[in-house]
Nanobody, 127 residues
């Protein structure tokens, strides 16, 4: 079992930066494919970013590519999502997830294909 806890959400102005974190209270994250997803009000959950088990491959949604970076600190058993040049349309609850499957070019179509999920952290981007 893996228990994930997100933190670091908050209110930021458009153009600003924010880093959200995902810590594991149970489980060892380096054993898993890690992903970030988000869900905006009245919208379905969508894929944001993913990283494979040895951190050699990352994949990003087109909407965040070049602005967001997923990373992992194995010593802290924590995964991060660095978000730069934030836009109001990035406003959402951000969820961390761990799994065993790597979806390659199918990542943008993934909403539920992970094994463990956190409860989310809210990011609000104002004009």
């Amino acid at each position: 079992q893996v228990q994930l806890v997100e933190s670091g959400g908050g209110l930021v102005q458009a153009g600003g930066s924010l880093r959200v974190s995902c810590a594991a209270s149970r489980g060892i994250l380096r054993r898993y494919v890690m992903g970030w997803f988000r869900q905006a009000p009245a919208r379905k959950r969508e894929f944001v970013a993913a990283m494979n088990r040895n951190d050699s491959i990352t994949y990003y949604a087109d909407s965040v590519n070049g602005r967001f970076t997923i990373s992992r600190d194995n010593a802290k058993n924590t995964v991060y999502l660095q978000m730069n040049s934030l836009k109001p349309e990035d406003t959402a609850v951000y969820y961390c997830a761990a799994g065993t499957a790597w979806y390659g070019s199918s990542w943008p179509r993934q909403r539920d294909g992970m094994d463990y999920w956190g409860k989310g952290t809210l990011v609000t981007v104002s004009l």
